[in-house]
C-alpha cells in the first residue's frame, strides 16, 4: 500500500464520476503524469471510510475511461476539458 503522505500535496485534481442506477459512484484523486504514468487513489459510494486503492495508470488509459463514462451521459465532475489539460500535462 502506498504511504498515505504521499497524497498530501496539492498535486492532485479530485474527479468525481457518476454511475448508473445501483452502481456505486467513484472518486479520484488523480496525480500529475510522471514517467509516463498518474498515481491515482481511488473510493467509491460504498468505500468512503477507507484509505481507499491506489494504483499507477497510464493517463490515456484513465482519460480513456473518464471519456467512456461521459459517453455514457454520467456525471463527471470537473469538466471533461480540465481533466484533459491534467492528464497531458508533462509536469513542464
Known sequence: MTDPHEFSTNEFLTVRLGAAPGQPERFLLVGRPRDGQVRVREWN???YNTVGADFDVDPSELLTEIE?????????????????????DTGG
Do not use: D, Q
Open 68 to 88: 467512456s463514462a461521459y459517453a455514457a451521459s454520467l456525471e463527471v465532475t470537473p469538466e471533461m476539458y480540465a481533466i484533459r489539460l491534467w492528464l497531458h
Open 45 to 47: 459510494t460504498n468505500s
